[in-house]
C-alpha cells in the first residue's frame, strides 16, 4: 500500500513539474519584459492627441489613392504609366514623416498593378551604385528609360492650429498634384482635410 502511495506521489510530482515548464518555459512562444506592453489594431482610429498620427497618415494615403487611380491619366491610360514620387513639402508647426505619406501611397498604387513607379530621388544613389551609373548615365540606353517618368507626383502639408485656455483645433491640409515633367503641366491634383478638435487636460496641454 505505500510502495502504491509512493508510487502516486512520485508520478504526481512529475506532472505538475511538466505542467509548471510547459507554462513558463520558452515553448510558449512569448517573451515579457517589466513593462505592459499591449498589440493593438493599427487600423484602430488614434485620437492620443491632435498632432499627425497613424490615422491621419493612412486616411491620406488611401483617399489620395483612390482618386489617382479613379483620374483618365490613370484609369484610362493605354499602357501602365511611369510614375516617380517627389518630396512632400511639410508647411506644419510640428514634424511629419512626409515619405511616410508617400511610401504608403506608392504601396496603393503599386497594389493596384495600373502604375509602375521609378525610384524616387532619395534611393538614387543607391541605384546608381549597383548598376554604375555614376559613369554611364547618360551613355546607357536602358539608364534612359529608368530616367524618364511620364508623370511627377509633388505635394504638400499645411496645418493652421488654433487653442484657447479650454479648447484645442487643428486643421490639416494635404494637396498632391499629378505633373507631366515634360511640359510641366498638371494632369490631377486632390486634397485631403482633417480637423482634430480637443478639450483642455486636467495637467497642462
Known amino acids: 500500500m505505500k510502495k502504491r502511495l509512493r508510487y ?6 512529475i506532472a505538475l513539474a511538466a505542467a509548471l515548464a510547459a507554462c513558463s518555459g520558452p515553448q510558449t512562444g512569448r517573451i515579457s519584459g517589466d513593462g505592459q506592453v499591449v498589440y493593438e489594431d493599427a487600423q484602430a482610429t488614434e485620437t492620443v492627441t491632435t498632432k499627425w498620427g497613424s490615422t491621419d497618415l493612412q486616411s491620406t494615403a488611401e483617399s489620395m489613392a483612390q482618386s489617382l487611380l479613379a483620374s483618365k491619366w490613370i484609369a484610362q491610360a493605354s499602357s501602365s504609366p511611369k510614375i516617380r ?19 504608403k501611397i506608392r504601396i496603393k ?23 554604375d551609373l555614376n559613369e554611364l548615365a ?32 487643428v486643421y490639416f491640409q494635404i494637396t498632391l498634384e499629378l505633373v507631366d515633367p515634360q511640359s510641366g503641366e498638371i494632369k490631377w491634383a486632390d486634397e485631403k482635410e482633417i480637423r482634430k478638435h480637443t478639450t483642455k487636460p486636467k495637467i497642462g496641454w
Open 85 to 103: 514620387l517627389r518630396d512632400v513639402k511639410n508647411f506644419t508647426d510640428e514634424h511629419i514623416d512626409t515619405k511616410g505619406i508617400t511610401d
Open 8 to 13: 502516486a506521489f512520485h508520478f504526481s510530482f
Open 138 to 169: 547618360t551613355k546607357r540606353k536602358e539608364n534612359k528609360l529608368m530616367m524618364d517618368a511620364d508623370y511627377i507626383i509633388t505635394g504638400s502639408v499645411r496645418s493652421i492650429r488654433k487653442r484657447t485656455q479650454s479648447v484645442g483645433d
Open 109 to 131: 498604387l503599386l497594389q493596384s498593378g495600373q502604375v509602375r513607379f521609378l525610384t524616387d530621388k532619395a534611393n538614387m544613389d543607391d541605384v546608381f551604385d549597383e548598376r
